[in-house]
């Protein structure tokens, strides 16, 4: 089976910055697209960033310029860092990731979800 595990998270103040880290695990085949996400309370989940298999980026406006997504191919990890973080920031985040595995008879290919960490950010 496949997970992927989160870490990094916790209190920041505003203005600081924080490093996320979510590595996969599991009988990987390969990783396409990563994910990040985020969902403060009451709200939706929303996106934040992703990075393709060849590294290309996206991001949501909101964090654009502060945030950046990254990624080590050979640990099947993806980071995201946070810079000039803000009160609006405070959420879970969680990561996603489109992977192909070795099942026991056969190749699948899914999302997975790690189960988030949370980032809080104190004016």
């Known amino acids: 089976q496949v997970q992927l595990v989160e870490s990094g998270g916790g209190l920041v103040q505003a203005g600081g910055s924080l490093r996320l880290t979510c590595a996969a695990s599991?009988?990987?085949?390969?990783?396409?697209?990563m994910n990040w996400y985020r969902q403060a309370p009451g709200n939706q989940r929303e996106f934040v960033a992703s990075i393709t298999n060849s590294l290309n980026t996206n991001y949501a406006d909101s964090v654009k310029g502060r945030f950046t997504i990254s990624r080590d191919k050979a640990k099947n990890t993806v980071y995201l860092q946070m810079n000039s973080v803000e009160p609006e920031d405070t959420a879970v985040y969680s990561c996603?990731?489109?992977?192909?595995?070795?099942?026991?008879?056969?190749?699948?290919?899914?999302?997975?979800w790690g189960q988030g960490t949370q980032v809080t950010v104190s004016s």
């Open positions: 599991g009988n990987i085949v390969s990783i396409g697209t």
């Open positions: 996603n990731a489109d992977i192909l595995y070795r099942g026991p008879t056969s190749y699948t290919r899914r999302d997975f």
